[in-house]
Nanobody, 127 residues
């Protein structure tokens, strides 16, 4: 099994930055992709960014391209989401998720059905 714990959320003014962390533990060798998703009240959960650790390929939703950066630290088993130029519409609960697939593309990387393991989320509020 794999456990994921998110941290780094908080409240920030528009234009500000936050860095989210997703720390993994357990049988992490069973996964090769990690994604960040978000869900605002009354809206569906949507993919924000993902990294395919098999090839270190990254994927981003159009709404965050150029503002968010996903990265990984294999030694720490942690995936980060650096969020810059935050906007009020970025306000949501942010979740990280992990899964394993033999191949990846942009559609699959940001699809919730790709992932087997989920964290409990960290709140991001932009005002």
């Amino acid at each position: 099994d794999v456990q994921l714990v998110e941290s780094g959320g908080g409240s920030v003014q528009a234009g500000g930055s936050l860095r989210l962390s997703c720390a993994a533990s357990g049988y992490t060798d069973s996964t090769n992709c990690v994604g960040w998703f978000r869900q605002a009240p009354g809206k569906e959960r949507e993919g924000v960014a993902a990294i395919y650790t098999g090839g270190s390929t990254t994927y981003y939703a159009d709404s965050v391209k150029g503002r968010f950066t996903i990265s990984q630290d294999n030694a720490k088993k942690t995936v980060y989401l650096q969020m810059n130029s935050l906007k009020p519409e970025d306000t949501a609960m942010y979740y990280c998720a992990a899964g394993r697939h033999p191949w990846m593309n942009a559609i699959r990387a940001l699809d919730i059905n790709t992932y087997n393991y989920w964290g409990h989320g960290t709140q991001v509020t932009v005002s």
